[in-house]
């Protein structure tokens, strides 16, 4: 390319040098002439002719002749048909010649026409050229080099952001969607790059909607699940230790305790389902916001069903306007179905419950009351994996994982309706930091003198908690 360049635009500009070259070989010949020519306008004697021709300086070869007076010129180059030319025609004439070029100028003596020849060397003509034809070719090699370092530049770019794109795509389909690229390199490679980032944030988004999903449909079932659970308690006892049966009420026992206990079996396995689930998409996931108040009015369509069959008196409230939180929909909505369905697992039939929501010194706040025999060891319920009820003491851990998700807590205390009060707080994105109050919320809450940062904003050193 650069070669090709220098061709294009350095032989031209040689050609037009070399020709200025040769004219002004030729003007200088013609300046000598002029001395000459001049000083036999004033004279015509011999030594006269002579002092000019010496006059005129130049090499010995180049020096002036006169032709048609008597003085010797027998060192010019012209023959007699050039000479007759130049006096016929009356101007200067321009002929060449071997090893040169001669200038001939006619010049009227009287009667006579006599002749000056300027001779002008191939050497003359040439000397300047040659010079600038060197320094021709040392901006052609420049101008190459040049081009060579450039294109070998915008080569090592766009092999290095090739080479990422690369990698990044190898890593992609060896499961990594975290990878991305700084789009880099020619303008099409970079374009290359965009695309590849743009396809990558669709493929995690394909991907958490998916997990999204499943962790929704798995918690949609606990509904049902709970339904079966509680009918087959109602059911007959399973005991077959006591007493003495006949073959078909035993197998009838037996059918009862497998029902049960593939119900228990299927419960857990859709508590771990949920709780992978969440996990992966609480890690991959961007940041997300819901209402807190439209998943709470969800879920209610589903447990006031439930609330029915049983003849639970129930009531929500707070619940009407827009609640933003810094947690995902699914998220909440687990939560909320492990807090509810303790309610429904561990209290009698009829029991009351309430839920309500409120928002106040920088939290939300989701109460769920109920007017069951309350929590005796509130600290031992909210630790991971433990229950005085039988269970696998996940529920409660699970709203206790999506408050902190939130900057929050989670807390147990005495209902107003008689029974255990669980109260998650989530912090309020929306809110004004100021200085929170003694009392917060659905109830009073305390608050420490020292204070730590959570979530990059300034609360006091625990979340506060309800009473």
């Known amino acids: 390319m650069g070669t090709l360049l ?3 635009f350095l032989v031209p500009l040689g050609l037009t040098l070399g020709a ?29 002719v002579t002092r000019a021709v010496e006059a005129s300086g130049g090499q010995p070869q180049s020096r ?5 007076l008597d003085v010797d010129s027998a060192a010019g180059r012209a023959d007699p048909g050039q ?7 009356g101007r200067s004439l321009v002929v060449d010649v071997d090893g040169g070029v001669l200038r001939l100028d006619p010049v009227v003596l009287g009667e006579r026409i006599a002749v000056v020849e300027v001779f002008v060397p191939d050497a003359a003509l040439d000397a300047g050229a040659r010079n600038r034809w060197l320094l021709l070719a040392g901006v052609a090699v420049a101008l190459v080099g040049a ?11 766009a092999v290095e952001a090739t080479r990422n794109l690369v990698t990044a795509a190898l890593a992609v389909g060896d499961g990594d969607l975290g990878v991305r690229v700084a789009p880099s390199g020619p303008r099409e490679v970079a374009a290359a790059g965009q695309a590849f980032n743009r396809m990558a944030e669709r493929l995690v988004a394909a991907r958490t909607e998916e ?10 079932l606990r509904t049902p699940l709970t339904v079966l659970r509680l009918d087959a308690e109602a059911l007959e006892s399973d005991d077959t230790s006591v007493g003495s049966f006949s073959q078909a009420e035993l197998d009838h026992r037996r059918g009862i305790r497998r029902i049960r206990q593939a119900i228990v ?26 209402d807190v108040s439209e998943v709470v009015r969800d879920r209610m369509v589903f447990w006031a069903a439930l609330a029915g069959d049983q003849n639970r008196p129930h009531r929500v409230s707070g619940a009407q306007l827009r609640i933003p939180a810094p947690v995902p929909r699914a998220e909440l909505a687990a939560a909320l179905d492990a807090v509810i369905g303790n309610v429904f697992r561990y209290t009698p039939q009829g029991t009351a419950f309430e839920v309500a929501v409120s928002r106040r010194d920088g939290y939300v706040a989701i109460r769920i009351d109920d007017a069951g025999p309350g929590i005796v060891d509130s600290d031992r319920a909210l630790r991971r994996g ?8 996940l529920g409660l851990d699970i709203a206790k994982r999506v408050a902190l998700q939130a900057s929050g807590s989670v807390s147990i205390d005495r209902a107003r309706l008689g029974g255990a009060s669980v109260v998650m707080l989530l912090a309020d994105p929306e809110a004004t930091l100021r200085q929170v109050s003694r009392f917060g919320l659905v109830g009073r809450m305390a608050r420490e003198s020292r204070e730590q940062k959570v979530g990059g904003r300034r609360w006091p050193r625990k979340p506060p908690t309800e009473s």
């Open 265 to 290: 079996t299927l419960e857990g396995e859709i508590d771990v389902l949920i709780k992978t689930t969440r996990k992966t998409v609480a890690t991959e996931a961007l940041p997300a916001m819901c």
């Open 147 to 157: 081009a060579m370092l450039v294109v070998d530049r915008i080569a090592a770019r």
């Open 20 to 48: 200025q070259a040769r004219e002004e070989a030729i003007a200088d010949a013609a300046r000598r002439s002029s001395l000459v020519t001049g000083a036999l306008a004033v004279s015509v004697e011999p030594q006269a």
């Open 83 to 89: 000479l007759d030319r130049a006096r016929s025609e």
């Open 64 to 68: 002036p002749v006169v032709h048609g």
């Open 386 to 393: 433990t229950s005085d009820q039988g269970s696998t003491g």
């Open 6 to 8: 220098a061709l294009t």
């Open 211 to 220: 997990r999204e999903l499943v962790a929704d449909l798995s918690h949609r």
